[in-house]
């Protein structure tokens, strides 16, 4: 059973939702983000949260997987400042809406003014809200960019226990942990973390507040980032209990802060939640006939075997 | 006087709320004495978090106060915290007229507010004024959302034209959805939608499916207008829901071919006389 606590939905086909609701992922956090190309309408921004907070809920609930949202302003995008003006009225909206576990991802790209300003005015807003903070790191100038964000974020006093700190490598994830921040680790092929050095960092720091996800979105990703490293590591004689740690329960644990996310979700689904529009565990319902070979199944395949690295 | 829509919803939820009921009670004369919809977005955002998402708890008193007060409303699977912001919008008096903040409040909704918001349709002011939300709710492809517009719901019934009520009734064949729960089933049927709905089932059928036989009670009382016969027929030999439902539209049909059927399903026939055999309960076991 496992938490995918990083994943763009909207990005991604139902072969992708069956493949992961075969691979034991029961719920997922995705997060608000930049889309691939910029939205140049405050009006287009909105449409996009409001999917997050409705269809995208829906269509992850069709395969028997809850589905979870941050809400933010990107770094990418707070560079429009007209634009940014403009969501920042609709956040608070949003922020307040069912299942939405954190503000994020937040953080900087390139470390502009208007950066550093969208991001202070969303930590003012999650202190308010009380809800817990994604941080997105810079791909570039990346230890320095995370020192920063950190710095950021005590200066505008949030408590670090209530903020999760994602794309960590090898060089961001001491000073993280030491200063009392969840440590997010992106399996993400050729750009952020691969899971045979993720194995490493597990037996070098254990599980304690480490999270793993797949951050899979438009690029090439891997929406099965989360179960293949848990394979890995357990292949690779980590502890079953540090597994389950960094995949499924310190997610759980910040995101289940903002109390609107708790293991009964999927644990204890009703049969068919009308209200909620949750399908429990069958994808099955509505006329579609069971099918013998499943894409899923094959998927799966890749959890064995050579297909398992993720570099 | 009758107790109106508001004041069952505000008793309901209070009584319900338990140590949330003043904060609740509180709230409801606060926007009825006008407020901004700020507040009212916060108080719809704290609704689930502060009263819980649990069912409302209704006795059958409780429903037939409801159907009173607006007759066809069935509150029954409404949630304490859907009802408490269905109350909220009715005592609700803001700046703007209540379509343009309606509009604004489903452009913005989560999933689960969405079906809350439609549930409560019929029963807001100026209700006409909200059709086209209504229409984009009936367009969802969140089968949740369009049944909260569809079923238990008599909005649909009371302000839809005749086009968006057959084409209502078709999507949810389509989807697989139930007609029972549709709210004026019976009294809103019409030949064109028996018409629509024979074409449909001559195309399930050509296509070597199933068709759900809660349809022919739409057709049943236009049999004749739309030549129906050879179609219930072939519907009488089909399996037993197929069979009871064949016999109660031929029932409604009333005419002398529909009589001549009906005489070689004897069975069926006198189990609907006996009232053993209804729309909601069309196979002999369940009505046994």
Same mark, same amino acid.
């Not at chain 1, 810079?138 to 964000?149: A, E, L, M, W, Y």
């Not at chain 1, 995949?247 to 068919?272: F, R």
């Not at chain 2, 389509?174 to 729960?181: D, W």
């Given at each position: ?44 921004? %909105? ?46 909206? @949003? ?23 969208? @991001? ?12 817990? %903070? ?64 993720? %194995? ?45 740690? %960094? ?65 | 006087?009758?107790? !109106? $829509? ?7 939820? $209070? ?36 009263? =819980? ?66 549930? =409560? ?33 008599? +909005? ?19 989807? =697989? ?22 074409? +449909? ?16 009670? $739409? ?49 069926? !026939?006198?189990?609907?006389?006996? =009232? ?13």
């Amino acid at each position: 059973m496992f938490i995918d606590p990083h994943a763009h939905m909207v990005s991604r086909t139902t072969d992708d939702y069956e493949a992961m609701a075969a691979a034991g992922i029961v719920a997922l956090v995705e997060p608000a983000f930049w889309v691939g190309q910029p939205r140049t309408f405050v009006g287009t921004y %909105v449409d996009y949260l409001s999917s997050l907070v409705g269809w995208e809920r829906f269509r992850a609930g069709q395969f028997g997987i809850r589905h979870y949202c941050t809400i933010g302003l990107n770094s990418k995008e707070a560079n429009n400042e007209a634009l940014a003006e403009g969501v920042m009225e609709w956040l608070p909206r @949003f922020a307040m809406k069912e299942g939405v576990v954190a503000i994020g991802e937040i953080g900087y790209d390139e470390q502009t003014p208007l950066e550093d300003k969208y @991001f202070r005015a969303q930590l003012t807003l999650a202190k308010e809200l009380g809800l817990p %903070v994604m941080v997105h790191t810079p791909h570039r100038d990346k230890k320095r960019g995370t020192s920063r964000s950190m710095d950021v974020c005590e200066e505008m006093g949030l408590d670090p226990s209530w903020v999760v700190i994602d794309h960590n490598n090898e060089e961001t994830v001491r000073e993280t942990l030491d200063r009392g921040y969840w440590a997010g680790f992106s399996i993400y092929p050729s750009t952020k973390m691969g899971n045979a050095r993720m %194995v490493e960092l597990l037996k070098q720091y254990g599980g304690d507040r480490i999270i793993v996800d797949s951050a899979c979105d438009w690029g090439i990703s891997d929406c099965l980032g989360v179960p293949k490293t848990a394979r890995l590591a357990l292949e690779s004689g980590i502890a079953e209990s540090v597994v389950r740690q %960094v995949t499924y329960e310190n997610a759980l644990t910040v995101y289940g802060k903002s109390g609107q996310m708790q293991a009964s979700d999927w644990l204890n689904p009703p049969p068919i939640d009308q209200r909620t529009l949750f399908e429990g565990n069958s994808i099955l319902r509505g006329g579609r006939d069971p099918l013998i070979e499943t894409p899923a199944r094959h998927r799966c395949d890749s959890l064995h075997g050579d297909d398992l690295l993720i570099e | 006087m009758t107790v !109106t $829509c508001f004041e069952l919803l505000r008793d309901w939820t $209070c009584r319900q709320a338990l140590d949330q009921a003043d904060w609740l009670d509180e709230r409801y004369a606060a926007f009825s004495r006008g407020a901004n919809e700020q507040d009212l977005h916060l108080f719809l955002g704290l609704a689930p978090r502060r009263l =819980g998402k649990q069912d409302l708890i209704l006795s059958s008193e409780d429903l037939a106060l409801a159907n009173l007060a607006y007759p066809g409303w069935n509150p029954s699977g409404w949630s304490l915290d859907g009802a408490a912001r269905v109350a909220a919008l009715l005592a609700f008096e803001g700046p703007r007229p209540f379509a343009a903040m309606f509009q604004d409040l489903v452009r913005t909704a989560d999933a689960h507010e969405l079906v809350t918001l439609y549930r =409560g349709l019929a029963l807001y002011p100026r209700p006409a004024s909200l059709e086209f939300e209504v229409g984009e709710g009936l367009r969802s492809n969140m089968r949740a959302v369009f049944e909260s517009i569809v079923h238990h719901n008599p +909005y649909p019934r009371d302000h839809f034209d005749e086009h968006r009520w057959n084409h209502m009734v078709l999507k949810a064949l389509f989807i =697989g959805s139930g007609l029972g729960a549709i709210v004026g089933l019976d009294e809103r049927a019409n030949a064109e939608l028996a018409r629509i709905l024979l074409d +449909y089932a001559q195309e399930r059928w050509a296509a070597g499916r199933q068709v759900n036989p809660e349809l022919w009670r $739409c057709v049943g009382p236009f049999a004749e207008r739309v030549s129906a016969y050879a179609a219930l027929q072939r519907a009488l030999a089909g399996t037993p829901a197929e069979r009871g439902a064949a016999t109660l539209a031929l029932i409604a049909a009333d005419t002398p071919v529909a009589r001549d059927l009906l005489s070689t399903a004897p069975d069926t !026939t006198a189990l609907a006389a006996d =009232g053993r055999l209804d729309w909601n309960h069309l196979t002999l076991q369940e009505a046994a």
